[in-house]
């Protein structure tokens, strides 16, 4: 069965064709980057109009590199929330029209649901089905959460952001030090060459305030609008001039292991009882939270699964792969299904 699933939740127009249960046969990411650089962040009107304009040729060339044709399509997946609501509706425009134009069915899948199994799209990974229950933790632009998965369909959120995620927070800071956007990858590349206990920024909140956040232990939930807040003191109290590379790379450092800290600390006390750990989202892509990740693994003897860099970022193979597992919502009706912009995690 081979299904074309199309991603628009936020700024990426991907395509991807994917055999079932999870074989990517192709998997076409369109980044909008350079439009909504010079703005510092995803703008919705630029975001809908550039997929509106691009979807029709990605998916073409999806099922170009896939070496497909229309008649090779059995099912058509795409993503109906989370995201921004006018990016969400131009592919699911688009899914209903070609499912009703080929009279083949649909499956309205939840992004966040994609980032959780992304890892598993990795040729060297195992299946899903022989790691239950393992933990999952998506760090993302969008959302940073914990959830605990005990089989195809079954998931708890044991954590979650109470403020920024942690992509944004990298962002943000990104933003005050004038580095560009997004900041995640250039902070990343700038850590590297920096001292990350230069300075100690904040690790977050919401562990102080003890008890539950929404149910939620309030020690497994993140939070990160703080540390921007303590980066802006910072500078404030502590100007870098000019050409001071050094001390640049050594505040990012800093800046990078706050986030970093609290995002494997939390991980760390999620795992208690679970042995494998699988991480995806644009933010698990950091070189900094891979090999922090790696060395908790290795001491803790727990399994790591991290998403292959291709489908760290939003894309359309992790879509199809929901479908293809049989999760998400397979509609009966094809216009039963609306843009679900505040869709939660653990809904199919
Ligand atoms: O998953 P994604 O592509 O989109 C959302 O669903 O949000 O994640 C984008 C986020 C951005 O905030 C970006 O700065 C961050 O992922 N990011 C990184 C790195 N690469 C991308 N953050 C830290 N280090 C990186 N290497
Ligand atoms: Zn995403």
Known sequence: MNILAIETSCDETSVALVRKPYEVCSNVIFSQVDLHGPYGGVVPEIACRSHVE???????????????????????????GPGLASSLLV????????AMRLKKPICYVNHLQGHIYSPFLAPEAPAPESVFPFLSLVVSGGHTCLVRVDALGKSTLLGQTIDDAAGEAFDKGANLLGLGYPGGPIMDKLGREGNPDFHAFPR??????????????SDLCFSYS????????????????????????????SYQEAIVDSLVRKTAKAMKDIDTLAVGGGVSLNSRLRSRLAAYAEANGKQLLLAQAKHCGDNAAMIGCIAGLGLGRWGDSLMDCDASPNLRVTEQ
């Open 54 to 80: 691009v979807l029709p040729g990605v998916i073409e060339e999806g099922l170009q590199q896939a070496g497909a044709g229309w008649n090779d399509v059995d099912a058509i997946a795409v993503t109906y």
């Open 91 to 98: 592919g699911l425009a688009a899914a209903k029209a070609l």
């Open 204 to 217: 977050g909140r919401a562990k102080r305030e003890r008890g539950l956040i929404n149910g939620m232990d």
């Open 226 to 253: 703080g540390l921007k807040t303590a980066l802006l003191y910072y500078l404030k109290q502590n100007p870098i001039e000019d050409g001071n590379q050094q001390l640049l790379a050594d505040v990012v450092a």
